[in-house]
């Protein structure tokens, strides 16, 4: 997702992709939160986990890049030139992107 996001030269491909970023996240979400529990963890703790901690997200990393990708959306930095794609012709809510009602933009003036 996030190599597609270098391609994108129209307002069209551009609410394609948050379509498909909303679709992945719907197919993925049950993955995304996979925990591992420290009481049926063996080995190693994983990098960054301490002791204390009873579980973490199996995965984080994953999680990171999408909640990234995400909050660059939700507050308009992924489209910069044209923010109607990202903000006014969306309804973008503080909400996961699954929640997000997404319909097309209404005019391609900001695109070259």
């Known amino acids: 997702m996030s190599l597609k996001l270098t391609r994108i030269k129209s307002q069209d ?9 909303a679709a992945w996240q719907s197919l993925y979400q049950d993955y995304l ?8 963890y063996s080995g190693t703790l994983p990098a960054g986990i301490s002791a204390q901690r009873t579980w973490w997200f199996t995965h984080d990393r994953l999680r990171k890049a999408y909640s990234s990708m995400n909050t ?10 044209a923010p109607d ?3 006014h012709d969306m309804l973008i809510e ?3 992107i699954r929640e997000m009602q997404i319909r097309a933009p209404m005019s391609s003036s900001n695109w070259t």
């Not at 491909?13 to 970023?21: D, F, G, R």
């Not at 939160?33 to 049926?40: D, G, L, P, T, V």
């Not at 660059?72 to 030139?81: D, E, N, Q, T, Y």
């Open 13 to 21: 491909e551009a609410v394609q992709w948050i379509q498909q970023l």
């Open 33 to 40: 939160n996979e925990r591992a529990h420290a009481k049926n």
């Open 72 to 81: 660059a959306l939700k507050r308009g930095h992924l489209f910069p030139i």
């Open 85 to 87: 794609v990202s903000r």
């Open 94 to 96: 503080k909400a996961p």
